[in-house]
């Protein structure tokens, strides 16, 4: 699923798309009216803690107009949210044959589209020194990275 934001009639920088996405985070995860499932750690510290809306873990991407150098994350129309539950990924993960050729085709398509680097954060669930929540909204430079989760438990600190 796929959140489309309507474009903002001023020019934003990119601190405030990042404002903005993790308010939408924010709000539905005061808004979720499912308990966090029993086997999704609830810290977002932990390899594999994902968010989790109505039950179901997800993978978010933030998309938007400030990503010049990585393509695959632009969109000139404003905020974009891709909503990716967790279970579509399960029979591609890293430790299987299938898994491995995906994220190679993948990473190779990236390599070819974006006039930039895949970004260090970009890792596999459950290896335990990645965090699923780096990867929702990459920052612009691959020598910058988010240091701490916006996300707690079911609260997000801006």
């Known amino acids: ?13 990119a601190e405030e798309y990042k404002k ?3 308010n939408v985070v924010k709000f539905l995860n005061e808004n979720d009216p499912e308990p966090w499932p029993p086997n999704v750690p609830e810290d977002p510290n932990h390899p594999e803690w994902e968010f989790c809306f109505g ?11 400030f990503y ?15 909503m990716q539950p ?3 990924l399960d029979d591609i993960t ?6 491995q050729q995906v994220r190679k085709i993948i990473r190779e398509r990236l390599k070819n589209y974006d006039m930039i680097d895949s970004h260090p954060d ?4 459950g290896d335990p020194t990645n965090r699923e929540w780096r990867q929702y909204l990459l ?10 989760c916006p996300i707690t438990g079911r609260t997000v600190k801006l």
């Open 55 to 65: 039950g179901e873990p997800i993978f978010l991407v933030c998309r938007a107009p």
């Open 86 to 88: 967790r279970g579509t």
């Open 94 to 99: 890293a430790d299987t044959k299938k898994g």
């Open 68 to 82: 010049s150098d990585r393509k695959s994350r632009f969109t000139s129309h404003g905020l974009e949210i891709t």
């Open 1 to 13: 699923m796929v959140i489309f934001f309507k474009p903002s009639e001023n020019e934003l920088q």
């Open 139 to 148: 920052p612009e430079t691959n020598e910058e990275s988010v240091v701490r």
């Open 20 to 22: 903005r996405f993790w």
């Open 122 to 125: 970009i890792g596999d669930y």
